[in-house]
């Protein structure tokens, strides 16, 4: 399978990683993210579960470690050519096979920048880097250098999370026309998960959330199945996923009668969502339309039951969870910029009186404004 962006777009891609890492005066990063190796080479593998690193240098040559099934992997997804294998021993210690990799490189007694805040490096393996490069080599934390250039999305990485929100749309039809009282969650599961599987998606970042009566409320993915009551509330959010990158959504759908209460929510909901469309803008702060979906909330009478985030970054990303960099929150200071992507949400959980109601879609910023990706309705529904 090649890597699903040109060779231009690929290359473009490592010189301006390679560029970066000059920028910030290192001779090498190691990078343990796999959305970072994702974005640099197209390697695509859950192999990041065990110890493996991508090494770039500041000239933009790049050097895989990995573990011998993980091989193969490499050669049919990416565009890397220099792969180095670790083997499985008992009492192996991998770091000491990168640090024989970076001597080899010619980077013995250079400063290297390290991904540290990675799901791909553990405490334990870390333990292990920093003794290896104890005395050998410098290094300080550059988890955020790719991290940054992913945050600006490609016309081609855009064409891609398009199509995930179509998928997403597909979803909610889907569950839309399964969900009504007698109907198990199961089902409703499988109906989302079918249509995206079938129109060529992907899995999820993580599992997609869903949660009846009492549960509506965790917005989390917990195990069992429960069916929907003559009288109810559904929780869902789920991404649809196309080539790794996510379009996330969020709804509650009511069964039965909706109480005034419960539409005063949804009502608040899509307020607090379209003002905050409304105020994306490239220059404007993550911080600033944070505090637009309080405003909205909090003069609404819901202030105890928001949330203290509303939305997150989309990308491409791996398990264990679909959120990208950064999130919306009070005082963040970071700015929208043109052809970022954002996943908004109007979370509302009343635990006292167990009352649940959530509105969210996927947004693409642009000159002037944030286009919306869904093309589905903010309508309270009512099965």
Not at 29 to 47: A, H, R, V
Not at 83 to 93: K, Q, S
Not at 287 to 295: K, S, W
Request: proline share 2%; aromatic share 8%.
């Amino acid at each position: 399978m090649p890597v699903h962006f040109s060779d231009s777009e690929m290359a473009e891609r490592t010189s301006r990683a390679a560029q970066a890492v000059n920028q910030a005066n290192l001779d090498a990063l190691l990078i343990f993210k796999q959305e970072s190796m994702y974005w640099l080479s197209g390697y695509d593998t859950f192999g990041y579960a065990m110890f493996q690193c991508l090494i770039l240098t500041a000239d933009g040559q790049r050097t895989l470690l990995t573990r011998m099934p993980d091989r193969g992997t490499a050669r049919y997804t990416s565009n890397l050519d220099d792969i180095r294998i670790w083997a499985d021993t008992e009492g192996v210690n991998p770091a000491q096979n990168l640090l024989a990799v970076l001597e080899d490189l010619g980077l013995q007694g250079k400063h290297l920048g390290i991904e540290l805040d990675s799901y791909g490096l553990t405490a334990a393996n870390w333990r292990m880097l920093e003794a290896a490069l104890n005395g050998h080599n410098t290094w300080s934390d550059a988890s955020t250098l790719i991290q940054e250039l992913r945050r600006t999305k490609s016309p081609a990485e855009l064409a891609y999370i398009r199509q995930a929100a179509t998928l997403a749309d597909d979803a909610w039809d889907a569950a839309v026309n399964r969900a009504a009282a007698g109907v198990s969650e199961a089902e409703i599961l499988a109906d989302m998960q079918d249509v995206m599987l079938r129109a060529g998606g992907d899995y999820a970042g993580n599992e997609l959330i869903i949660g009846s009566g009492p549960a509506a409320l965790m917005v989390r993915y917990t195990s069992g199945r429960r069916t929907l009551a003559t009288q109810d509330q559904l929780t869902l959010e789920w991404c649809g996923v196309q080539r790794r990158y996510h379009a996330a959504m969020m709804r509650t759908l009511l069964v039965g009668e909706a109480t005034d209460e419960q539409r005063a929510m949804h009502t608040a909901c899509q307020q607090a969502l379209e003002a905050c469309e409304a105020a994306i803008k490239p220059g404007a702060t993550l911080g600033e339309v944070f505090d637009v979906h309080a405003a909205v909330l909090d003069d609404a009478g819901f202030g105890r039951h928001r949330m203290n985030a509303c939305g997150y970054g989309m990308g491409a990303v791996y398990a264990p969870i679909w959120v990208d960099w950064p999130m919306l929150y009070h005082d963040n200071p970071l700015t929208f910029d043109v052809d970022q992507v954002y996943f908004l949400h109007m979370i509302l959980l009343n635990l006292d009186d167990q009352l649940a109601m959530n509105l969210g879609h996927s947004v693409v910023v642009t000159g002037d404004g944030c286009e919306r990706l869904s093309r589905s309705s903010l309508d309270l529904i009512v099965k």
